[in-house]
């Protein structure tokens, strides 16, 4: 197949109409970084069966990604035009003889609410990535996404920051959309499992107590995003 066995100079883009079709590729290396995968692995889970999610997907490695690469149609490695959920995945590899690597995933989906925003994700740790690894691969993504979909469609970008300031760089070159110059808003990524969970040191303030919500908060829950929502620098608004 076109591509895959080229250098790092020379990566390849997958375009995947299917959460099947992106699973069945990206399903090892997203398991193996679960928690820095966990939105664009969510959504595509989302999208699959049951039986697919809990069983089939799980059992796949790195060998059968391989083949399945192997045998892909040449029509995969084509931008194509795609009004419903895609996924683009980027591949490269040390050396003719090495396997593919998968270094990011582009995700543009949708759901009951309508269309989310572009997820961009890496296998890379932040503190680890270069910008001299990062600007291609970069480019190369966002010129694959600008013939699969109108400029319009990328209202809002996803991220860790290195990937979004470099994403929205490249793609205000390519369609000269301007970024608003403050994000809709920013959020520190964590993680907290039985392991690294911690009781904290300070009581609740006095009368509060923690316990699940129940169906009977629903409103409380609401008016709280509501505020977010308000407090946010550039408000998307929703019309039911």
Request: proline share 8%.
């Amino acid at each position: 197949m076109p591509g895959l066995n080229a250098s790092r100079s020379h990566s390849v883009i997958m375009q995947h109409d299917s959460a099947s079709d992106f699973l069945a590729a990206a399903y090892p290396t997203l398991q193996r970084h679960e928690a820095s995968a966990n939105i664009v692995m969510a959504h595509a889970l989302k999208r699959v069966s049951t039986e697919a999610a809990l069983s089939g997907f799980q059992f796949t490695c790195d060998s059968d990604v391989e083949n399945w690469l192997s045998s892909a149609d040449a029509s995969s490695f084509t931008p194509h035009r795609n009004e419903n959920a895609f996924w683009l995945t980027l591949w490269s590899s040390p050396s003719p003889s090495s396997p593919p690597v998968l270094d990011l995933v582009l995700a543009c989906v949708d759901w009951t609410l309508g269309k989310y925003p572009i997820f961009l994700w890496t296998p890379q740790s932040q503190s680890t990535i270069a910008s001299a690894w990062l600007a291609p691969r970069i480019r190369q993504m966002a010129e694959h996404l600008r013939l699969c979909v109108p400029p319009q469609r990328v209202f809002s970008v996803f991220g860790m920051t290195p990937l979004v300031k470099t994403f929205t760089r490249c793609w205000t070159a390519l369609t000269g959309f301007v970024v608003e110059p403050e994000p809709f808003y920013a959020a520190y990524f964590s993680f907290c499992t039985a392991k690294t969970f911690k009781n904290s040191r300070f009581p609740l303030p006095a009368g509060h107590h923690l316990r699940r919500a129940m169906i009977s908060d629903v409103d409380s829950v609401a008016q709280l995003c509501k505020e977010f929502a308000d407090d946010s620098v550039s408000p998307f608004y929703v019309i039911r």
